[in-house]
């Protein structure tokens, strides 16, 4: 298994040169990833355009996100294909089996990434005519070099952009990293800057089905709570992802219960930012899976099940059909 503290030290190291401000950013140009790209990578192969839409599943909740928050936040019809400007960090510490990331754009790989500042990141995005109202900073895990956040922002507000474009990041809750390496100063900045917000992702609704998805600690499970009560304590725009692949097994139904339990031990509501996410297959993922993957797969449906009966017990239907931007949720 990962050791997520070493690993995640190891990673940062050659994922950040705070001296210069520079992140290491991956290369999606020639990559396994690039295969399942509906448009060409841009930003000189360090960056891709990325379609999300409101897709509506027979078998599956449907996923918003980041869709009607970025909608509400500038204005748009919320039924429209948003398209967003993506960088992933070229690092990341847990290795889930499923990410339709190449692995080699995760390991801090100096031969499938270079270093970049966000200001020469901002510039290539500035140079595209059609650019989108979104920037994505993905990954990889982006909170393994916290910093890339606040430059950002720095270098948003430098081009006379703030306020004007949607900034939305990806966190896998893996680290302390946005407290160790970031002043209270820094950290009110990001929670203030206009039009941000992040999203989270719990990967998996008990620790077997963590470990399984993620090759870390299962004790690693319960940090994830800590983390992101904490970043929304610290007035952050917070939503969620959950993954529910895991090897079948009995006792799904107090996992699960017992996992909403600990959502809303964090906020009533966070339950009603939660999106699951639907595992499926991408090019780089087809030669990881395995039986026990495969399982995973079909079983997934039943966790769902469980799921959305929780939130049945749970929520009104009124509140289950809120639009997931209009859920309450500060403490």
């Known amino acids: 298994m990962i050791d997520t503290e070493l690993y995640s030290m190891r990673l940062r190291e050659k994922a950040i040169i705070p001296s210069e401000r520079k992140i290491l950013i991956a290369r999606l140009a020639?990559?396994?990833?690039?295969?399942?790209?509906?448009?060409?990578?841009?930003?000189?192969?360090?960056?891709?355009?990325?379609?999300?839409?409101?897709?509506?599943?027979?078998?599956?909740?449907?996923?918003?996100?980041?869709?009607?928050?970025?909608?509400?936040?500038?204005?748009?019809t919320p039924d429209i294909v948003l398209r967003t400007q993506v960088f992933q960090n070229a690092a990341c510490n847990w290795r889930c089996w499923y990410c339709f990331v190449d692995f080699d754009r995760l390991s801090a790989d100096l031969r499938v990434s270079d270093y970049f500042t966000?200001?020469?990141l901002?510039?290539?995005?500035?140079?595209?005519?059609?650019?989108?109202d979104v920037i994505d900073l993905s990954?990889?895990?982006?909170?393994?070099?916290?910093?890339w956040l606040v430059w950002t922002m720095e270098s948003i507000k430098k081009n006379g952009l703030e306020g004007k474009i949607y900034l939305w990041s990806d966190d896998n809750l893996s680290t302390r990293y946005f407290w160790q390496y970031l002043t209270s100063e820094q950290r009110k900045f990001v929670a203030s800057f206009p039009k941000y917000a992040r999203v989270a992702c719990f990967k998996g609704y008990d620790e077997t089905s963590f470990s399984f998805n993620?090759?870390?600690?299962?004790?690693?499970?319960?940090?994830?709570f800590e983390v992101y009560r904490d970043l929304l304590k610290e007035g952050l725009d917070m939503y969620a992802y959950a993954t529910f692949t895991a090897p079948p097994h009995a006792g799904l139904l107090d996992s699960m219960e017992e996992f909403v339990d600990r959502l809303q031990e964090i906020h009533?509501?966070?339950?009603?930012r939660t999106v699951p996410l639907k595992v499926e297959a991408f090019t780089p993922t087809k030669r990881?899976?395995?039986?026990?993957?495969?399982?995973?797969?079909?079983?997934?449906?039943?966790?769902?099940?469980?799921?959305?009966?929780q939130l049945n017990k749970r929520f009104s239907e009124y509140e289950r059909n809120l639009p997931i931007c209009d859920v309450p949720m500060v403490l």
């Open 122 to 132: 901002i510039g290539m995005y500035l140079e595209d005519q059609n650019r989108p």
């Open 139 to 147: 990954g990889g895990q982006p909170d393994i070099v916290p910093e």
């Open 214 to 224: 993620t090759l870390a600690q299962p004790k690693l499970f319960n940090q994830q």
């Open 30 to 76: 020639g990559s396994e990833q690039e295969k399942d790209l509906t448009t060409s990578v841009n930003c000189r192969g360090y960056g891709r355009i990325r379609h999300f839409r409101l897709k509506q599943h027979t078998d599956w909740s449907q996923d918003p996100l980041p869709i009607l928050p970025a909608a509400k936040a500038l204005n748009y």
């Open 288 to 309: 990881r899976v395995k039986a026990k993957q495969e399982e995973s797969i079909v079983f997934q449906h039943e966790v769902h099940t469980a799921w959305i009966e």
């Open 118 to 120: 966000t200001d020469e």
């Open 268 to 272: 009533p509501n966070l339950p009603l």
